[in-house]
Nanobody, 122 residues
Framework: QTQLVESGGGVVQPGGSLRLSCAVSGRSVESYAMAWFRRAPGSEREVVAAISFSGRATEYADSVKGRFTISRDNAKKTVYLQMNSLKPEDTAVYYC???????????????WGQGTQVTVSA
């Protein structure tokens, strides 16, 4: 059974950094795109970043470009989201997702983690 487990969330001050990790178990990850989504209170789920099977291609939401970096280590079956220059509006539950296509729509992702809370507050 495929499982995705996120870690690395927490409370950080504006301007600070966090690194999220997503560990995949149950199958290999080389043939699957991976992505990070987030849902803030009162808002709909939105894509943050996506990465292709090989890691050569990435996509970012405009709101995080230049601040967040998605990466993957297929040997470790882990995907990362490095978040720098965090802002209060980045506060949300962050979800890791896996799917067969390199896309940015949530419906294209079949496996999801349980989420990790990121709170940016002074």
């Amino acid at each position: 059974q495929t499982q995705l487990v996120e870690s690395g969330g927490g409370v950080v001050q504006p301007g600070g950094s966090l690194r999220l990790s997503c560990a995949v178990s149950g199958r290999s990850v080389e043939s699957y795109a991976m992505a990070w989504f987030r849902r803030a209170p009162g808002s709909e789920r939105e894509v943050v970043a996506a990465i292709s099977f090989s890691g050569r291609a990435t996509e970012y939401a405009d709101s995080v470009k230049g601040r967040f970096t998605i990466s993957r280590d297929n040997a470790k079956k882990t995907v990362y989201l490095q978040m720098n220059s965090l802002k209060p509006e980045d506060t949300a539950v962050y979800y890791c997702a896996s799917g067969p296509l390199f896309r940015t729509e949530a419906d294209d992702y079949h496996y999801w983690g349980q989420g990790t809370q990121v709170t940016v507050s002074a």
